[in-house]
């Protein structure tokens, strides 16, 4: 059925995806016979939220600057073109194939953090930071773990907050 045990891909097919031969002939299984109309046979390594035709027929993401405000050094405005926090889903419903962005959570939450290349300026008394994870679809934490100075300079050393591994029965909001 498949030539080999290894597949070679261009950079742009890894980076906006290409159709694994045997996902395809998943994908073909009839729903009669348990098979998913909106199995996705496609397989991606950047945001499968954004196509490449979405990244260059519009801007998806808006940051602020900062230039008013610098507490919102490159946070979202906007991500997939919405203030709230939206992921892209595809379901069979026993007739079509829906197609849609929907939030993963219970009500809309805004992207309201950084895209973690860049934090404000003045961090001085911030004891936890976060920057919005497009892999998961929720802002990742880090708390401080100590300050020190390497020449004229201060710096503030942040970890990953542990939290953010909790099981849903420690569940904690990352949005607050």
């Known amino acids: 059925v498949f030539g080999s045990a290894f597949s070679n891909r261009t950079a742009r097919e890894l980076a906006w995806g290409f159709n694994d031969q045997l996902l395809t002939k998943l994908k073909g299984i009839k729903y009669s016979e348990n ?3 909106a199995f996705k046979s496609q397989i991606m390594l950047s945001n499968p939220n954004v196509t490449e035709s979405d990244s260059a027929n519009k801007p998806l993401h808006q940051l602020f600057t900062g230039h ?5 050094t490159r946070t979202y405005s906007r991500y997939l073109d919405s203030p709230n926090i939206n992921i892209w889903e595809e379901f069979y419903n026993g ?6 962005f929907r939030t993963p ?3 809309n939450v805004k992207v309201e953090v950084t895209d973690g290349l860049q934090f404000s300026p003045d961090l001085f008394n911030e004891e936890s930071i976060k920057y919005f994870d497009e892999f998961v679809m929720r802002p990742i934490s880090f708390k401080l773990s100590n300050e020190n ?3 004229k300079i201060d710096l503030l050393n942040y970890v990953l907050d542990e939290k953010n591994f909790a099981s849903k029965s420690q569940y904690f909001d990352p949005y607050n």
């Open 68 to 72: 008013q405000d610098s507490k919102k």
């Open 95 to 100: 007739n079509d194939v829906i197609h849609h």
């Open 105 to 107: 959570q219970l009500k």
């Open 149 to 151: 100075r390497q020449g």
């Open 35 to 37: 098979g998913d109309p």
